[in-house]
């Protein structure tokens, strides 16, 4: 769906007009491609003075040698004008509330210097079961971050991974979340915590190509996000199995085969779906190690006008399905070692929508479920996570009314509606062999909405 606002304000007389009247001027966002830099520029990393997890990231980063760029990495900073592609704070020892000052000033004195869709990224410590110094200083960082977030133009972000304490700043799960969070993969996820819980995960040979060999299937797959999500995971070189309802056949074929996986007409309300999905990866594949659970449907009434129908077809398709299936999935020894599963939430179960009860129920099950079911996978070296896409540009809200559409595009850091693509980039980087320490967690893609913070 095209955005005309954010096309009008990024030229001539728009763009003028725009910036007299304090206008948002959303700008486009710098998108992945293949082979193109992971940053715009240098990146500059600033810490505590003779931090080694300082020097640990900078020795992280300059490790990064098939990103198509020398990285080049700055520890400290000239008055020469630079601008950067990225910076990142490493606040993973601080100490107390007053170890924040110093690098978060240093940061400020370098905000207005970084570049369109430029990163920031800080690297910090969880702050629960801590002395109350600690936990206020590791939270005070994220309370920083989310404003700076909301700070940040020209498409930049700012992220932060927590990482927890008995795991390396260098470990692998970080350097994925690293590479994600700097690259354009990560184009609308902004002012999140990115918690990583163990240093489990397995490097994959090409870092542009972290599924190969890997078998994925998508339900909902015929079209927007599901269909991206198929596209992107392809791309990243999985063998993908596109499952959709038998109306959304043609489509279904259509995607499928331009990916050339295979497709796979189902209901995922059946009671034997997930069967039905495994005996298909296994047959034609040889075996299932991704699982993105994206079919969802809406039917908006407010409570006082809601009938049985649209109640119970919202939470069979958005959450009971994806139970059962993974109930299934996980009684199988068919199952993979290490597997990935990856649902769909949404902003709506965190902060709630008028007229969504029934889909906000179950997109809040959903980040509950994958919560609950995180320790289950773990001693096989799996994960669980969900997805929670904010505004994205899809068929889906396409159906909202004009007005309130308008509206709702504009409310998030970004000023402008994500794209499906954001979503299935965010899958992919929770897919890779390589974050296998983030499990159980929910990572919204919406640009930090200001709904549900
Ligand atoms: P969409 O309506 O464009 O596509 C959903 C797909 O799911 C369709 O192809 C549909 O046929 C399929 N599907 C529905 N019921 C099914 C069933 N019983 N069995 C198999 N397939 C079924 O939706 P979308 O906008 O691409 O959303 C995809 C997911 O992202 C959903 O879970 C949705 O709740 C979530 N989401 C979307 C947004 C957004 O802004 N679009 C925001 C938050 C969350």
């Not at 659970?293 to 069979?316: F, P």
């Not at 980087?429 to 893609?445: D, K």
Request: glycine fraction near 10%; charge should be negative; hydrophobic fraction near 45%.
């Amino acid at each position: 769906m095209s955005d005309n606002y954010t096309q009008f304000v990024n030229k001539g007389l728009g763009k003028a007009l725009a910036h007299k009247l304090g206008l948002p001027q959303p700008v486009p966002l710098r998108r992945y491609t293949p082979e193109q830099p992971l940053v715009t520029g240098p990146i500059l990393v600033l810490g505590l003075p003779d931090s080694s997890d300082t020097q640990r990231v900078c020795d992280q980063l300059l490790a990064l040698t098939d990103t198509h760029t020398d990285v080049d990495v700055r520890r400290h900073s000239e008055s020469d004008g630079t601008s950067w592609g990225a910076i990142i704070v490493v606040l993973s020892d601080i100490h107390s509330v007053g170890d924040l000052s110093a690098p978060l000033r240093e940061l400020g004195a370098h905000v207005r210097s970084l570049n369109p869709s430029g990163r920031i990224v800080f690297i910090t410590r969880p702050h629960a079961d801590n002395t109350p110094e600690l936990s206020a200083a590791r939270n005070g960082a994220h309370g920083a971050l989310r404003s700076l977030a909301k700070e940040l133009r020209r498409g930049a972000t700012a992220n932060a991974i927590a990482v927890a304490d008995e795991v390396d700043v260098d470990a692998l799960p970080v350097t994925s979340a690293l590479r994600f969070l700097l690259s354009a993969r990560s184009a609308f996820v902004d002012g999140q915590i990115i918690d990583v819980s163990s240093a489990t995960g397995t490097e994959p040979a090409r870092w542009d190509s972290p599924l190969a060999g890997k078998v994925a299937v998508v339900t909902g797959a015929a079209q927007g996000i599901g269909a991206a999500i198929a596209r992107t995971l392809a791309r990243d070189g999985a063998t993908v199995v596109a499952v959709d309802v038998p109306a959304a056949g043609e489509n279904l074929a259509r995607v499928a085969n331009d990916i050339e996986g295979t497709a796979l007409q189902l209901d995922i309300t059946t009671l034997d779906a997930g069967k039905t999905i495994l005996e298909h990866a296994v047959t034609r594949h040889g075996g299932l190690d991704i699982v993105v659970h994206n079919a969802g449907i809406t039917r908006d009434k407010l409570l006082a006008n809601m009938d049985e129908a649209r109640w119970d077809s919202v939470l069979a398709v958005n959450l009971e399905s994806q139970l059962r299936i993974n109930d299934a999935l996980l009684a199988s020894d068919s199952f993979t070692e290490s597997p990935r599963i990856i649902s769909l939430a949404s902003t709506s179960g965190i902060a709630g929508n008028r007229g969504q009860t029934n889909y906000g129920a179950s997109k809040a099950g959903v980040i509950a479920m994958v919560a609950a079911t995180a320790p289950l996978l773990a001693p096989r070296g799996g994960t669980i996570n969900a997805v929670a896409p904010g505004f994205i540009e899809t068929a889906m809200t396409a159906k909202i009314p004009f007005a309130t559409r308008e509206v709702a595009r504009r409310l998030n850091s970004l000023q402008q509606g994500g794209q499906p693509i954001d979503v299935a980039e965010t899958i992919a980087f929770l897919a890779s062999p390589a974050s296998g320490g983030i499990n159980g967690r929910t990572l919204r893609v919406c640009g930090q909405n200001v709904v549900g913070a």
